[in-house]
């Protein structure tokens, strides 16, 4: 109660300084008490935007959290949204604040880059941080991919390289005879060298004056078309030159022109074509965890998929989707010059029209944010996720990165339960039941932080029949969980470090009252699903564990596989109630019918669909019983859809009903 109460005051006075912020467009920044900028944002109006922070009305799960943290903040007037959103990239590149999306390593990415200050510009790889005077292509997230690609150009089109001495020497050269830039290839003649690119044809010849200013400038325009997917622009040039050559009689020209192109050729066969018209759009596509999440960028050029990129976030389900898209995409774009007609995402932004306008300034052409829903962009739109996921896993494999977040998971449990030790062992229990009947419960553990299913159990419920009764239905799987003889197997595992059970102070006392009735000493807890608290025995006010936290995403998962384990089992068992009793009601079906007829098509689901005729060859069975059995059939399915609602607004648990073949341990007695 005092931590509210402090936090209360905290939130007030932070309004009351709020309150004498303007109503201007500009951008927040939020300090923790040693003035690090925590959270960068931007607003249409200032005032109102904040005064949803102070006042907890923002309803986005990371707030509460953070605004915990925050002592103070600074605030920039601006005259536009739109400058608004531009100063907001700015500041999160400046103080890449903690709870921002960013990308998870702060590696700096590959570029190629074109030096274009300089009189023979020239190609290069690169890391560095943008400079005045030079065209950045990028970012690549495969460093072989950028250099394979800077290959390929230089067969292309000749230019030179940076790493070349002998450019460097020559651009040395140009500094020392600046006044005499008009004749700059003559001075090159005659005091330059040849370099061995120059001899094999990937060089111009710009260290011997082999080519003027100008008609190198021509090759880098093309270079930057080529780079930025404008190939068949590239083609066309290319091969009106080579028909120019073959009609002046200079084979040799034409030959070396004709190899270029299919160099160019040679890529589009290895492409994929992904749309029959020449569009320019990227597709992002997204994958999150609990607090990473991966991201691909498909870079479509010309219709064709030039390169794909992938990311790691630093966020992931502990922002919503809207920020982490939203976000990304201004920390891409604000790195790159390769901007589209086009940026396709999965979801819709709130302000999307204004990053569109902010795209479309850095461009110089239209583009805007579109979210699609069908056709071949949403189709890619998926294959983009897949790659985002498939990054993702890579990454946590690479790292380690489960393993750590299952290690915090049970230090923070350890110390947020008050518990004697990380609870290595942990077991939970569920209920399932529609109605009182068919009432089972689950029992699933966790050692070392990952499901054991080895040691799953599953009870049919005996003493509840007629109504639910999710109470004494706990009462009966935890006393014979925990009798002496169970305590005793050593097929039911160990001593648990720590007992969840799915539900709130109710459930917990129910618990409880049963394990001391057992004279056992075992740490429990409950977690109800509404805030997603922690009931704890020894205190009245749960116990909240922070919001994308390791701990939370544990106990979540604890409880969510207890649930599901409990709803296969359940209707497993409805199942075979239902074919039975469906078959028991057909005159003439007897024990042994009812055996060849469910040995002959194997499942209650084959049977169903099942004609007359085809139930009739059956072996043992007369046309008139199949018949009957048919009608029966067609009777129960009707009764069954007509009851499907009502069925699943009288189940207890909602929410993951996936089933998986493999869940097959041993039910308890």
Known sequence: MAEADALHDHLARLAAEVDHVPTDPGCYLWKDASGTVIYVGKAKNLRARMRQYVTLTDDRAKIPLMMQLVESFDYLVVDTEHEALVLEREL???????????????????????????????????????????????????????????????????ICIATCAEWKRTRRLIEAHEDESDVINLVCAQHGRPCFDYHVGRGPGACVGAITPQDY??????????????????????????????EELDFERAGRIKRRLEVINGLDDRQQVVFPSRVDIDVVGFFREETIAGACVFVVRDGRTQRSCEFILDKGLDVSEEELVGGFIKRY?????????????????????????????????????????RGEKHRLLETAERNARHALMRYMMRTGYADDRTNQALLQLE?????????????CFDISTIHGAFTVASMVVFTNGKPDKSQYRRFKIRSITGEANDFLSMQEVLGRRYAPERMADERFGAHPDLLVVDGGKPQLTAALTQLEGLGLDIPVCGLAKADEEVFVPWDETPVVLPNGSASLYLI?????????????????????????????????????????????FGSMKKLRAASADEIAAVKGVPRHVAEDVYRTLRAWDAEREAGRADGRAGEHADGHTGERADDRAGSGS
């Not at 400038?217 to 590239?234: I, K, M, P, T």
């Not at 940026?343 to 110089?364: K, P, Y």
């Not at 339960?417 to 942990?426: D, E, N, Y």
Request: glycine share 6%; hydrophobic share 35%.
């Open 92 to 158: 999160i590149g400046q103080y890449r604040p903690y709870f921002n999306v960013d990308f998870k390593d702060d590696k700096s990415y590959p570029f190629i880059a074109i030096t274009k200050g300089d009189v023979y510009p020239a190609i290069k790889y690169t890391r560095e941080k943008h400079k005045p005077g030079t065209r950045y292509f990028g970012p690549y997230t495969d460093s072989r991919a950028a250099r394979e690609t800077i290959d390929t150009i230089r067969k292309v089109i000749p």
């Open 217 to 246: 400038a021509d090759n880098v325009r093309r270079v930057e078309r080529f780079l930025s997917g404008r190939r068949r622009e590239v083609v066309d040039e290319l091969s009106s030159e080579m028909g120019r050559a073959a």
């Open 333 to 373: 774009y604000d790195e790159t010059s390769d901007i589209p007609s086009e940026v396709n995402v999965a979801c819709e932004l709130a302000d999307a029209e204004l990053i569109g306008a902010w795209l479309t300034e850095r461009r110089g052409r239209v583009c805007r944010v579109h979210r699609p829903q």
């Open 415 to 427: 110390s947020a339960l008050a518990l004697p030790a990380p609870p290595l062992r942990i077991e």
């Open 556 to 600: 979540k998962q604890v409880r969510d596989e207890a649930h599901r384990f409990a709803i296969t089992f359940h209707r497993e068992l409805r199942g075979k109630a239902m074919t039975v009793s469906v078959l028991d009601e057909v005159e003439g079906v007897g024990p042994t019918r009812k055996r060849a007829i469910m040995r002959h």
